[in-house]
């Protein structure tokens, strides 16, 4: 499978293990989260993509960014069998200025590729948060309580779900997501990322 990155780029990706790893919280944070599946280390050449994707109006890279997901699930040492995939939602305001949800647009790639099909508007952000990556650890865990809802409730009992976003740093959009997802009956939910400043 192309995976359409320079073999420079790709080279330098620090990845992690073909493997399904725990969502590390802190004590007294309530993990709704199954596992983490991450492609890379967010750092060097991986880094620098990332936030060209996300914030300087690179949306084609979604290509590139959705077959490394789609390479790691396929690869995964536990062969999970995902029921549909679901974005990590963008605040509409947010979505609107951007142009673009980032996750949205890999999730459609991975669904392309992975044959399961991708469900955008399962999950929604309800009210608008400070940006996580303007604040403290401790911040980040409580920004975002609450903030997101899951939407037809029937098309979510009992399924295995790959939820996608681009970077996992304290786990708080993930874990939030995952709440929402399991509440609303949800059966097993993964968190597909592409980098992660975590060492796994």
Do not use: H, W
Request: charged share 25%; net charge positive; proline share 3%.
């Amino acid at each position: 499978m192309a995976i359409y990155i320079c073999e420079k780029c790709a080279g330098e990706i620090g990845y992690y293990k073909n493997s399904v790893t725990p969502l590390n919280l802190p004590v007294g944070i309530q993990n709704y989260c199954d596992g983490i599946l991450c492609v890379g280390r967010y750092s060097d050449s991986l880094k620098e993509a990332l936030r060209r994707f996300k914030f300087s109006n690179k949306p084609s890279y979604y290509r590139t960014f959705g077959r490394l997901l789609a390479l790691k699930v396929e690869n995964t040492e536990q062969k999970v069998r995902f029921d549909i995939i679901v974005p990590v939602p963008l605040y509409k305001s947010k979505e609107k200025t951007r142009g673009y949800n980032q996750a949205e647009l890999m999730a459609g790639q991975v669904s392309k590729i992975l044959n399961v099909p991708c469900e955008k508007r399962l999950l929604n952000k309800t009210f608008e948060t400070k940006s996580q990556s303007i604040l403290k650890k401790n911040e980040r865990l409580l920004n975002l309580q609450d903030a997101f809802v899951a939407i037809n409730q029937r098309m979510i009992v009992n399924k295995n779900i790959l939820l996608i976003d681009d970077i996992l740093t304290t786990g708080s959009t993930v874990n939030q997501c995952c709440k929402a997802l399991k509440e609303a009956g949800a059966g097993k939910v993964i968190a597909g990322v592409v980098a992660t400043t975590r060492n796994y």
